[in-house]
């Protein structure tokens, strides 16, 4: 049997691979279509003008429901290791299985309301998108270590804390830079005052959401070992 076949496996790839393709495809397009700059614009500039706008909310909103799947799967994954790891807290388990699926929504907020019609709206779907993701891949690392022997061997659980530092990192700076960033046009001077801050924020971003993506790489050898079936009952 391919790998892929094996239990749930091929939710957190696909997942991995599609929200990768969103990324790269619309920034693609995006400095085909000269929209953006080469030199790193921010991940919702790539998405701002049609049609990339149009490919990016489409894509990014199979991305939600695939990770809000994959999250779901790892939350009933975390259940069952707590028959024999008993360390795991339930209300830790569900606080996660919530960030989670928040982030998710969040992700989906940023791409329906573009920055440059809506930035309100946009920035607090982004801020839910990454403090939330962050905060739950930290609680999936503290629970791999809870659940250690198993779920997950040691050097899964030490990549998933080097992932979840790495991005927890990373968004210092990707906030901090961002409040001095002060103009909104999609193309950038190196000479405007602002622009040392613009690279360093749009740099520390494109590294957060790579590191939240990637951290499901991480569930792919788990999720060989289970499936999710649904049961229907009729009631009388």
């Not at 991940?43 to 706008?53: A, F, K, M, Q």
């Not at 929504?105 to 940023?110: D, P």
């Amino acid at each position: 049997m391919y790998w892929f076949k094996q239990g749930l496996c091929a939710l957190p790839a696909f997942l991995v691979v599609w929200s990768s393709a969103t990324f790269i495809i619309c920034y693609i397009i995006a400095i085909y279509r000269h929209d953006v700059d080469v030199i790193f614009p921010y991940i919702s500039d790539t998405g701002v003008s049609p049609p990339e706008s149009c490919i990016f909310g489409l894509m990014t909103f199979i991305s939600a429901c695939a990770g809000v799947g994959t999250i779901y799967a790892r939350y009933k994954h975390v259940e069952l290791l707590r028959e024999d790891a008993t360390n795991v807290s339930a209300r830790l388990n569900k606080a996660a299985l919530w960030l989670g699926v928040i982030s998710c929504f969040g992700m989906c907020i940023v791409a329906t309301f573009q920055e440059t019609v809506l930035q309100v709206v946009h920035d607090i779907g982004a801020v839910l998108f990454f403090v939330c993701g962050i905060v739950y891949i930290i609680l999936q690392s503290f629970i791999s270590f809870q659940a250690y022997p198993y779920g997950c061997s040691k050097y899964v659980f030490c990549v998933r804390v080097a992932i979840a530092s790495l991005a927890a990192v990373a968004f210092v700076p990707t906030v901090i830079c961002a409040y001095y960033v002060k103009q909104t046009e999609l193309h950038r001077q190196k000479h405007d005052e602002d622009y040392p801050f613009h690279v360093a924020s749009a740099v520390c971003e494109w590294i957060v959401a790579f590191t939240f993506v990637f951290f499901f790489f991480t569930y792919i050898h788990d999720f060989k070992f289970f499936t999710l079936r649904v049961k229907a009952e009729l009631e009388d």
